[in-house]
């Protein structure tokens, strides 16, 4: 594959739910527009987790795609606990994606993703859980974007589209003062999304 934009971004998702549907879709909607992306294809197959770490670190922005089987995969929350480490430095621009499920569920661990955050809670240490519920509890207060189940998908690609574009042009303009200036500064994303800190998720 060949990509254009030189800013990486890292797709972070539940592959057995998503990968075949939603993800492959998004996918394409990034290859026609020519955005630069990382997905990890095959999830666990053999790959170790630093690897993922390290494209993470690589990226400017990441999608968190949250669905209702996110919570099955210990993988999905370590990559997220990363995402929020580099986002707390100010490295990593986070988009929030609520795929068919709630954004109140993703933060209290509620409803169905709750169940299968708590099923795997039960054979992880204390420390992984208190950091994913941390990294859980942070992201969705991100401004994102959020699909119902009675929802267009191939509407809310689109919106999702747009929105990568714009973080990707708000990187640009950071990168062109650092050049310039010599100094970067960290500007605020001027994208029109919701603030999911009040719940007003941008539903379509």
Known sequence: MTFFSPTQVFLNYRGEQLRRSFVSHLIDAFERNEINFFVDKYEQRGKDLKNLFLRIQESKIALAIFSTRYTESSWCLDELVKIKKLADKKKLHVIPIFYKVKVEDVRKQTGE?????????????????????????????????????????????????????????????????ENHFGKKKRKDCKCELPDLKKSRTKKL
């Open 113 to 177: 993703f709750g169940d299968n955050f708590w099923t795997l809670a039960k054979v992880s240490s204390g420390d992984q859980i208190k950091k994913w519920k941390e990294a859980l509890e942070c992201i969705p207060n991100k401004m994102g974007l959020s699909l119902g189940d009675k929802s267009s998908e191939a509407d809310f690609i689109k919106e999702v589209v747009k929105a990568v574009q714009c973080v990707v042009a708000t990187i640009g303009l950071e990168e062109e003062e």
